[in-house]
């Protein structure tokens, strides 16, 4: 584990990482742009093959504040990655605790606005499914239909109230995260994000959403699948059933 100089961390950055070289250099950058007080990183990387990881350790040495990259190995799912990577970002002192994705599908201009969100609300939600969100007009109708309906299937399966069930990208206040008992948490792979929104609702956790449009990747590749997306909804079927 590689882990700069700390100083007073306000928010944490968690970033699961699997072969993303291209783009954590970009979206760090991007996210620096924003000149956000207290800003700091957790990435977690899987052992990418291309590199990923001693390119976080290079970012992280070049970075004047807290940056923490584990390294694991090999590929644990993204679920166990945000675990981890949240517990490190409590550890380590961070007030609020936002997880977003590497590959730059989650714009790092919307970060202001959600973290403002914090202000008032347990969760805030970065949503594509409230008026002002969206997904890239690059998407085909098709895509928009399978994203669009698989929504609504697993906010029906687990009763959730927010309208975007599988966003990624999310903001946390850090009692939040404390409530909710992130060591509960079941789900490795897809269904984490549902998982973790299930368990917000259950806390009574006050959960705002904030839009955004979501962007296609440009670079590197989805590590979704069908498989994935099946396996998904057996086990969030199963959560809803045990409660
Ligand atoms: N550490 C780690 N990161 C992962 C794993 N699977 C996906 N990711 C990362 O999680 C984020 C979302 O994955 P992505 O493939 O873009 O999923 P999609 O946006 O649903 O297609 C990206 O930053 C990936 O690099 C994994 O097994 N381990
Ligand atoms: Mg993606």
Known sequence: MNDSSPSS??????VPTYNESETLPILIEKILEQNIDGIGFVVVDDGSPDGTGDIADRLADEFNGVFIVLHRDGKQGLGTAYMAGFQLALDA????????????SHPPEVLTGLIGELDSA?????SRYVSGGGVDHEWSWGRRQISYWGNVGIRTILGLKVKDATAGFKGF???TLESIGIDRLTLT?????????????QAGMNVVEHPYIFMERTAGKSKMSFGIVVE????????????
């Open 9 to 14: 961390l306000k928010v944490a950055i968690v």
């Open 93 to 104: 002192g961070a007030d609020q605790i936002i997880a977003m994705d590497a590959d730059l």
């Open 122 to 126: 347990d969760v805030a939600v970065a």
């Open 173 to 175: 206040r850090r009692k």
């Open 189 to 201: 792979g897809f269904g984490f994000q549902a998982e973790v929104a299930y368990r917000c609702q």
């Open 232 to 243: 998904a909804l057996f086990a969030l079927s199963w959560l809803r059933i045990r409660g």
